[in-house]
């Protein structure tokens, strides 16, 4: 058996590829992968734990209703940035407004995180997969000042590594820093992430289609046509129709097809006209490791990595997946 690589020791080896070499961005990632293994015990208790499961009773600043997990969540990811020191400012899917963090310590860091603490929260209470989607920039703003909003409004190519947290069967932590993507699974028997999905490559085309089917008929004509005349039929030279796996959870119907092919679709609707993903925690992270594995994500007009952001929580319409999936589903919009 050749010996395991855990993800610190990684992370360590492949410092000198980073942009910036100074060690901040290992400590930043070695924290993020603490946090994630904080809230993957959480997760794996939260059906024994009362103060764990169901709502919070409080609405997000996108009018959705907080679990008690997504705020546990938020918050061990929020106080491993404070305490760090790498990271000068976060903005997270369930706070109003981005976060400056005020000591002098902090202020010297030279990142800032954008992050969904726990994305697929309707599934958190029916032991479904759900994950932590997160998104690192280097910051504008001069080191030693208050992180900004200008920190936080950057475009995803300027994304300088991004990843995800998966707590599904096993718990898995799949980040790039634009190198390529890796795969490290948490061993709950050492409690160490171990890499045992290295260079992860999305394959060209796939047969996986994800889409919240419920809204077909509130969404373009262009996208009924795309499931209905093109997924859901046997086209000439294939076997059967594509198959339609839709969890619900963008991390895991993501991590799927990423491993085997296949693509994700959330367009805009009557009742979302912008889409419901958000583009800096959501869209901007999964795109950027999607092209770094060889996929595409795109609004399904544009690629998402060269939007502007205009708001902090900003959505789009999102498509993302195998290269070829990807194209082909762009084909049908006019
Ligand atoms: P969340 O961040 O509030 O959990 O919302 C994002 C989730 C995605 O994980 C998932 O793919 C989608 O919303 C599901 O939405 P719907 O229930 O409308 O299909
Ligand atoms: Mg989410």
Redesign the pocket.
């Given at each position: 058996m050749s010996r395991v690589v855990t993800l610190h020791e990684f992370i360590m080896d492949r410092q000198a590829d980073f942009p910036y070499a100074s060690g901040e961005l290992s400590r930043l990632l070695s924290d993020i992968a603490i946090a994630a293994k904080m809230v993957s015990m959480d997760v794996r208790r939260a059906g024994l734990m009362e103060n764990i499961l169901g709502a919070e009773g409080n609405t997000n600043v996108q009018g959705?209703e907080q679990q008690k997990l997504d705020v546990i969540a938020d918050k061990q990811f929020i106080n491993m940035f404070r305490a760090g020191g790498e990271v000068c400012g976060i903005a997270s899917?369930e706070n109003d407004d981005f976060m400056a963090f005020e000591s002098e310590f902090s202020r010297k860091g030279k990142y800032v995180v954008l992050f969904?603490p726990l994305?697929?929260?309707?599934n958190i209470d029916v032991n479904v997969s759900i994950g932590t989607i997160f998104s690192v920039f280097r910051r504008k703003s001069e080191i030693g000042s208050p992180a900004t909003l200008e920190d936080m409004m950057q475009s995803g190519e300027e994304q300088i590594a991004a990843g995800y947290v998966l707590y599904g069967s096993s718990t898995m932590l799949v980040y790039t820093t634009g190198k390529g993507v890796n795969g490290f699974t948490l061993d709950p028997m050492i409690g160490e992430f171990c890499l045992s999905h290295p260079d992860m490559k999305m394959p060209e085309n796939g047969r996986i289609y994800a889409m919240?089917e419920g809204n077909i008929n509130i969404c373009e004509g262009g996208i009924k046509e795309y499931i209905e005349n093109y997924c859901q039929k046997t086209l000439p030279g294939a076997e059967r129709p594509y198959s339609g796996r839709y969890i619900?959870?963008?991390?895991a119907?993501f991590h799927r097809n990423l491993i085997k092919g296949g693509i994700y679709i959330?367009p805009d609707t009557t009742t979302d006209p912008e889409g419901?993903?958000r583009l800096l925690y959501?869209c901007n992270p999964l795109a950027f490791i999607a092209e770094q594995a060889g996929g595409l994500a795109t609004t399904g007009r544009e690629r998402v990595l060269s939007i502007q952001p205009e708001r902090l929580h900003q959505r789009i319409p999102f498509f993302i997946g195998s290269k070829q999936m990807v194209e082909e589903a762009m084909s049908f919009l006019k």
């Amino acid at each position: 058996m050749s010996r395991v690589v855990t993800l610190h020791e990684f992370i360590m080896d492949r410092q000198a590829d980073f942009p910036y070499a100074s060690g901040e961005l290992s400590r930043l990632l070695s924290d993020i992968a603490i946090a994630a293994k904080m809230v993957s015990m959480d997760v794996r208790r939260a059906g024994l734990m009362e103060n764990i499961l169901g709502a919070e009773g409080n609405t997000n600043v996108q009018g959705e209703e907080q679990q008690k997990l997504d705020v546990i969540a938020d918050k061990q990811f929020i106080n491993m940035f404070r305490a760090g020191g790498e990271v000068c400012g976060i903005a997270s899917e369930e706070n109003d407004d981005f976060m400056a963090f005020e000591s002098e310590f902090s202020r010297k860091g030279k990142y800032v995180v954008l992050f969904d603490p726990l994305d697929g929260s309707s599934n958190i209470d029916v032991n479904v997969s759900i994950g932590t989607i997160f998104s690192v920039f280097r910051r504008k703003s001069e080191i030693g000042s208050p992180a900004t909003l200008e920190d936080m409004m950057q475009s995803g190519e300027e994304q300088i590594a991004a990843g995800y947290v998966l707590y599904g069967s096993s718990t898995m932590l799949v980040y790039t820093t634009g190198k390529g993507v890796n795969g490290f699974t948490l061993d709950p028997m050492i409690g160490e992430f171990c890499l045992s999905h290295p260079d992860m490559k999305m394959p060209e085309n796939g047969r996986i289609y994800a889409m919240n089917e419920g809204n077909i008929n509130i969404c373009e004509g262009g996208i009924k046509e795309y499931i209905e005349n093109y997924c859901q039929k046997t086209l000439p030279g294939a076997e059967r129709p594509y198959s339609g796996r839709y969890i619900g959870s963008l991390v895991a119907d993501f991590h799927r097809n990423l491993i085997k092919g296949g693509i994700y679709i959330y367009p805009d609707t009557t009742t979302d006209p912008e889409g419901k993903l958000r583009l800096l925690y959501e869209c901007n992270p999964l795109a950027f490791i999607a092209e770094q594995a060889g996929g595409l994500a795109t609004t399904g007009r544009e690629r998402v990595l060269s939007i502007q952001p205009e708001r902090l929580h900003q959505r789009i319409p999102f498509f993302i997946g195998s290269k070829q999936m990807v194209e082909e589903a762009m084909s049908f919009l006019k």
